[in-house]
């Protein structure tokens, strides 16, 4: 039997084309039913207060810079929402005296202009390198910085961040939110056309994909939008950088942060129930980590929510 049209987006894939019952089973879950969804190779985490859940993420990023060496280089590869935990991330480097000089770290994604064929400068007001160098990297005391070569933001030439995945860094974590079309970095579902007219990509052909230039499901575009520009859709390009699954799986552990800020109490239970049942779906892209080694979902307990009807 064929898949139903997307709910939202009818030339895209997304999570409203699932079979209806894993989505009643997602809406039903309480807090108690995720923390049992823990797993070997799938953690689920609570924290009690934003301060504790944003020290845990930034602390992420000092367990593993705290690990590298000349001869054993260590880096994280971080998002852009949340941001709260950047410049925590510099105080706490700052204040312990973390020397960043064989550290490493890559950005996770950048905005793409298709007008120019390039990355979105560093001016420009979404720039994602613009705010992981304002909020983090800037703030650093100058004797303790990272060299600037060992920072790795992704160009719409993506040679030369592909080969950094390559150059002999151990990735110890890379770090994500979850988007409202269920995406890590940007890896949104795609479009339903082609060899995926009828069923989305298979997770093994979803998976094969770097690093690369993608096209934005509507919904992304909306939630950038509302959590980064005050709702002005049109400032929002249509098309973005982001790392790959390919690179994800080099990464030793994927974390993931929910405050509840970005995606919807649905959301944030329905992906992670697919991954706790190993069900891998490409139109649900954050499920396909079902099948990566170490997983740990991050969830402050306030900003879980509920899914039952309210109206307003």
Known sequence: MPRPLSSVAPAWWDYTTLDPSLIQDAARLTAR??????RPGFQVVFYDTLEDFYLAEALEYIHAWQQAAADHPVGICGPIGPTEQLPLVARLVNELGVSLRHAHFW????WYDAATGREVPVSHPLSFERADRELLFNRIRPELRMPEEN?????????????????????????????????????DPVKREGAFLLE?????????????????HPVTLMQNARTSGGGNVTMVPNQAITVGP???WQAEKVSIWQAGVHDNPLGQRLTALMISKGLADSAVPMSLLADHPLVQFNYYRGGLGHCAVEMH
């Open 33 to 38: 039913d995720l923390e049992q969804l823990s």
């Open 246 to 248: 390919v690179e994800t």
């Open 200 to 216: 989305p990509p298979a997770p093994e052909v979803y998976r094969a994909l770097a690093t690369r230039v993608v096209d934005l």
């Open 107 to 110: 950005g996770m994604d950048e």
């Open 151 to 187: 920072l790795h933001f992704p160009k719409a030439d993506t040679t030369a961040y592909r080969a950094s995945w390559q150059a002999g860094v151990r990735c110890a974590v890379m770090q994500g939110g979850q988007g409202d079309i269920k995406h890590w970095a940007f890896n």
